[in-house]
């Protein structure tokens, strides 16, 4: 089983930003505090708040948090613990971890023209676009999924996105079979977890916890 943590980022008042960020290790609260804008700092905060809390309901306790670290390629991991991954987009952050290798990717859909992005497109995911009513979905219904891939493998975007044919059930890449599971909770939004095996993805809203 996967687990999925999503939280809105419009639930976290701004008076209370200080008081989760003292929740957090002090090199988190630097990286967080790194970014201008505030929508930006909220999200990266509430990824790592999930995170403390996925590890407390597995283990009982958060401290290896302080072993936080990330990949070459930017992929997080915490040593002598299961795999995650993080994504946001929008309003909504994302965390979700398990027993098996896997990457999550989440995207708001925007008022966008998809046919200027279509170089990046396998033939067969072209023809599922110019053939869908709702075009601006299909898109990033296929981009969630090639997202969801390469942070799986952990190589991050390619030149080469137009080779990988994201649509059906899996797809093989660099000699692996990885599988999709799409997650159609948030209207607006398009999802998808890719992971080693073709397993339940349970999800759930993560509720801030109160602060004084």
Known sequence: MIELMYCDIRGLEDKAVAAYMNMLPVTMRDYVSRYKFVKDRKARLIARLMLSNALIKDLGSSSLIDEYSLSSHGKP?????????????????????????????????????????????????????????????????????????????????????????????????????????????????????????????VYYEYKLPIVS
């Open 77 to 201: 991991w915490i040593p002598d613990w299961k795999f995650f991954n993080i994504s946001h987009s929008g309003d909504l952050v994302l965390l979700s971890y398990g027993d098996m290798n896997l990457g999550i990717d989440i995207e708001m859909h925007e008022d966008l023209d998809p046919f200027l992005l279509t170089d990046n497109l396998h033939p067969e995911e072209f023809h599922y676009l110019n053939t869908s009513k709702d075009k601006i979905k299909a898109f990033y219904d296929i981009w969630v999924r090639k997202e969801a891939l390469l942070k799986a493998v952990g190589t991050g975007l390619t030149n080469n996105l137009h080779e990988l044919n994201c649509l059906g059930n899996s797809i093989f890449y660099e000699g692996t079979k990885w599988y999709y599971s799409d997650i159609d909770f948030y209207n607006g939004y398009s999802c998808c977890v890719c992971s080693m095996s073709l397993i339940d993805v």
